[in-house]
């Protein structure tokens, strides 16, 4: 990711699979799903939980996924999987944070 590139996050944290997606598609453009840090913060306010479960980990560039993070998140592309995502619903999310056009309100990434 250029560090120059605007993004776009939604005005309201989605729930549920919407949720589960923008978080996919969050992992992907930071490109913390490939292990590297990011301020994950920008995005969303509150991922505690992950924190607690030892899925994420806090670094001095902001945040990055741990192993168990990576087979976690990349678990949720399994069909079968509670918390299942379709590959075209993530690249769509990705798209919308790329380009702040898709469903629901977007704004710049501070």
Known sequence: MEGSDQLYKLAKTPSGRVLWTYMAAILEVTEMAQGKPFPLKRFLGNFQTHLDAGRVERVPEGYKLTRIGQDYFQDRYRAGNPQF??????????????????VGEWTPLA
């Open 85 to 102: 995502v379709e590959r075209a619903m993530v690249e769509q999310m990705v798209r919308s944070i790329r380009t702040g056009v898709g």
